[in-house]
Nanobody, 123 residues
Framework: QVHLQESGGGMVPPGGSVRLSCVAS?????MGWFRQPPGKEREGERE????????????YYRPSVKDRFAISQDNAENALYLQMNNLTSEDSGIYYC???????????????WGQGTQVTVSS
């Protein structure tokens, strides 16, 4: 089973940028980033942010982040990244790296999760 470990979270001012990283124990078919907003504690309340199919370099983004975030991966390092720019308070939450089999609008099919890293956008 793939193991995932995120890093790179922290406190960022509005309009700022942060880059999240995720190291995977092995390559997965599909990789993605999810977030759990403050006050939404249940796993089912995580929302898909971006996903990528590494072998095709296909990506999909949540509409609210499409022009601000960029997902990428490094096959040699088994690493996944999320560059987040022009952050707002609505981007705050726990960000999870995930592995699965489908990258689509519904962000379904992800069944392996990292522990999460906190991103707080605040002045």
């Amino acid at each position: 089973q793939v193991h995932l470990q995120e890093s790179g979270g922290g406190m960022v001012p509005p309009g700022g940028s942060v880059r999240l990283s995720c190291v995977a124990s092995e390559t997965a078919n599909v990789m993605g980033w999810f977030r759990q907003p403050p006050g939404k504690e249940r796993e089912g309340e995580r929302e898909g942010v971006a996903c990528i199919v590494p072998r095709r370099q296909y990506t999909y983004y949540r509409p609210s982040v499409k022009d601000r975030f960029a997902i990428s991966q490094d096959n040699a390092e088994n690493a996944l990244y999320l560059q987040m720019n022009n952050l707002t308070s609505e981007d705050s939450g726990i960000y999870y790296c995930a592995a699965g089999n489908y990258c689509s609008r519904g962000f379904s099919g992800f069944d392996i999760w990292g522990q999460g890293t906190q991103v707080t956008v605040s002045s």
